[in-house]
């Protein structure tokens, strides 16, 4: 059997490694760093933390903005899209139901090229401002285009705001300008172009085929899958403070093929408990 024998090294060989690699070593942290993970922690949007962050559980409007997340298709972007970004942009849209479902078709209708499409296509351009802002010579002025580097960095719920618009402009037929929807819907989280170009990769990748989605069928399983989605919100918070036998989650089966909000089901309490000797036995709920 033969032995491995390691090459010799004399001390000057070993200085000169040394100094060699001191010379040209990088720390990973002065190296650029890829984007954060691709999906952000579930914990931000848990229904714990809608309820103690503004008790969005008491919304009527929870349902449609929890749904109408799960159905942005997630290779759109690394970001999570957030519920209460989109349940605020409900409220100040102020919406009846069957044009929220009729969004609701609209994206779960996305076929796998929009994705794709719509990261190529969306600008990364400068939000525009709403009002006039001051120009006062030491005055520091807000930089949005900042960051704006990458479409990672557009928040991917100009997705839904687009799904809406399309539908509110179908059933309405009313054509305000972009910066309607921009500046009232929006809150100047996206520009107009960005807007537009949702729009536009929209109706593209569904051939402008909304008449089809239009269909009272349709619209009553898209308000029942809301409805739904808020009951399984409201589930893990029930009116008393006792757990309960829990009820196991629905989940329904869409286009983006990944549920961002989910109800975790609630322990069941044990068939029985053990009989302490200090007290008599607890009996299960």
């Known amino acids: 059997m033969m032995a491995n024998h390691s090459p010799d090294y004399s001390d000057d060989d070993f200085d000169f490694v040394e100094e060699y690699f001191s010379r040209t070593y990088q720390p990973l942290s002065n190296l650029p760093t890829p984007p954060p993970s691709s999906r952000e922690s579930l914990a931000s949007q848990s229904p714990r933390t809608l309820l103690e962050d503004g008790g969005l559980l ?33 409220v100040r849209a102020d919406l009846p139901t069957h044009i929220i479902a009729l969004a609701v078709c609209i994206l779960d209708s996305l076929g796998s090229k929009f994705s794709l499409n719509w990261r190529l296509l969306c600008p990364l351009a400068q939000r525009e401002p709403a009002a006039k802002e001051s120009t006062k010579r030491h005055t520091i002025q807000a930089s949005p285009a900042a960051a704006q580097l990458h479409i990672d960095s557009v928040s991917p719920e100009v997705i839904a705001l687009g799904a809406l618009v399309i539908a509110f402009k179908f059933v309405v037929d009313c054509h305000e300008p972009t910066r309607y929807y921009r500046d009232v819907w929006g809150r100047n989280t996206w520009t107009s172009d960005q807007i537009n170009v ?69 322990p069941l309490t044990p068939a029985e408990t053990p009989t302490s000797e200090d007290g008599p036995t607890v009996s299960p709920v």
């Open 198 to 266: 949702t729009e536009r990769c929209i109706l593209e990748d569904l051939g402008c085929r909304i008449l089809p989605l239009w269909d009272p069928a349709l619209i009553a399983d898209a308000t029942g899958d809301m409805q739904r989605a808020a009951r399984q919100a409201t589930a893990a918070f029930p009116s008393s403070h006792h757990p309960r036998n829990g009820e196991e989650a629905h989940k329904r089966s869409v286009s983006s093929g990944e549920v961002l909000l989910s109800v975790r089901t609630l």
């Open 58 to 90: 008491d919304s009527a409007l929870l349902g449609p903005a929890i749904h109408l997340v799960n159905l942005i298709p997630p290779a759109a972007s690394i970001t999570a899209p957030s519920v209460p970004l989109v349940h605020e942009m409900l």
